[in-house]
């Protein structure tokens, strides 16, 4: 890994089949990644889901250091999902997984396909408490309320810097 590395929290989600064997067979393959290194993982927590009815999730975060762009991370990501069975024909519906890019080390992101910080960090307590766990309160906090500002730009303009395909921030390094 270079001295490069980018800080990442990544969301797990799982409410289909063996929910928790999801969980773990997710971050070895996130784990497996070149370019990825896994730094730690919170603990697992239950969850309602949102949307149509359906079965609890099983929830975590792990933060990883990453010398992948974020969309290449979201990419592998994505594929990760795919091997794992992930179906997305549903809006909101049962997940075999979900991987979700929630943080990234001073860093925003807006992208068509990424939104960095994750909009939903603002109104999933058991996100905000995993973030927690892993950066520690004072960082999480910041990075909520990063979260919230962001998500607080008008849809307008967030859809504007979306289609610009623009990012501002600075990489972190990982010591």
Do not use: C
């Not at 975590?60 to 974020?70: E, F, G, P």
């Amino acid at each position: 890994m270079s001295d490069a590395a980018l800080r990442v929290a990544i969301a797990l989600g799982s409410n289909m089949q063996d929910r928790y064997e999801l969980l773990q067979s997710a971050i070895a393959a996130m784990a497996a990644l070149d370019g990825v290194t896994l730094h730690s993982t919170s603990r697992i927590e239950e969850t309602e889901p949102f949307g149509p009815p359906q079965p609890f999730y099983l929830n975590a975060m792990v933060l990883v250091a990453t010398t992948l762009s974020l969309p290449s991370l979201l990419s592998q990501l994505q594929l990760i999902e795919a091997q794992h069975g992930r179906d997305r024909a549903v809006s909101k519906g049962p997940r075999t997984i979900d991987l979700d890019i929630v943080w990234a080390s001073d860093v925003t992101v807006t992208l068509l396909e990424l939104l960095i910080p994750h909009p939903g960090l603002t109104s999933r307590d058991f996100w905000q408490r995993e973030l927690a766990e892993l950066l520690g309160v004072s960082a999480a906090a910041e990075a909520i309320a990063a979260a919230q500002v962001h998500s607080g730009m008008e849809t307008s303009e967030r859809d504007a810097a979306r289609h610009e395909h623009r990012w501002s921030g600075s990489w972190d390094t990982v010591d």
